[in-house]
């Protein structure tokens, strides 16, 4: 089956600090959708990218879907303690309605 | 108002009861699934319901069965619950092949 592998697994930064996170896939995705999940809350859109090569901007976030549209990156600029949290990567094959999940990136933020 | 709202939000019950998880949807999609999110934090869909049919069903124990009464609910029961059936699951709705929304989230606990 489909396999997305996100790293790094986990990040520690400073407030203020730049963040880069990133997605592979063993397949090829239609779709890239990157989601924030709080402890003890349902996974949260936070950008979906729909063309190979298409960069979107959502406030401080940007993420990209690669050209060969099995990869996808998250840049996070500035961070600030509420982007704590785990990040996810998803993407749909376009062939049926299903959301494969990446392995989830912790990240945590020190003032 | 609640985009994606299940009950109850936690369950804790003993092995071999049945027990059941609602969700209903006030967003007009079409589309509603259900993810099972384990210790690791790993997402990964259950099943996958497109205007009240069954479209992805993924390799589930027969004793999970969703109902979907009409195409904004979608309920989970599960029979004999077992100890490795704790986790924490999770409804969500989007339009075929697009973006989804989440719920809160029930976290079962079976001991």
């Not at chain 1, 190979?52 to 940007?62: D, P, V």
Request: net charge positive; proline share 4%; glycine share 8%.
């Amino acid at each position: 089956g489909q396999q997305l592998n996100q790293s790094p697994q986990s990040m520690f930064i400073q407030e203020g600090e730049d963040v880069s996170m990133n997605c592979t896939s063993s397949s090829i995705f239609n779709t890239w959708l990157w989601y924030k999940q709080d402890p003890g809350e349902g996974p949260v859109l936070l950008i979906a990218l729909y063309k190979a090569g298409e960069l979107t901007s959502n406030g401080r976030l940007t993420a990209q879907f690669g050209i060969t549209r099995k990869d996808s990156f998250l840049n996070i600029s500035a961070s600030i303690p509420s982007d704590v949290g785990i990040y996810f990567c998803a993407g749909n094959t376009g062939t049926a309605s299903k959301l494969t999940f990446g392995t989830g990136t912790r990240l945590q933020v020190t003032l | 108002d609640t985009a994606v709202s299940q009950t109850p939000k936690y369950l804790v019950t003993q092995m071999g009861n049945d027990k059941s998880i609602k969700c209903e949807q006030n967003l007009g999609h079409d589309t509603m699934y259900w993810y099972k999110q384990d210790s690791k934090k790993f997402l990964k869909i259950m099943f996958s319901y497109n205007n009240k049919e069954l479209i992805i069903n993924e390799t589930v124990p027969n004793r999970f069965s969703p109902k979907s009464p009409d195409k904004a609910h979608l309920n989970l029961h599960i029979n004999s619950l077992e100890l490795g059936d704790s986790a924490v699951y999770f409804c969500a709705s989007s339009q075929p092949r697009g973006r989804a929304f989440f719920g809160q989230g029930t976290r079962l606990t079976v001991v």
